[in-house]
């Protein structure tokens, strides 16, 4: 008689083809959340002084921009 051969896997390569699917979207947001970090870090980084520009320029007394950019 012939032998059959089982369709399920044993040992590790059974164990670990289940969970891939967790790895995989782990992977995916941590890359994504890498990403957008990085993203945030820029936009902060050249946002933060024109958009006190910005607030300044739209205050109650209406200073100019030469009042807001002087140290004194």
Known sequence: MASRVSSKGKGKAARGS???????????????????????????????????IIIGMNSKPKPQLSQLLSPV
Request: with cysteine; charged share 25%; proline share 3%.
């Open 18 to 52: 289940r969970g891939s699917g967790g790895r995989w979207t782990g992977r995916c947001v941590k890359e994504w959340s890498t990403w957008a970090m990085k993203k945030a870090k820029v936009i902060t980084h050249y946002g933060f002084i024109p958009l006190i």
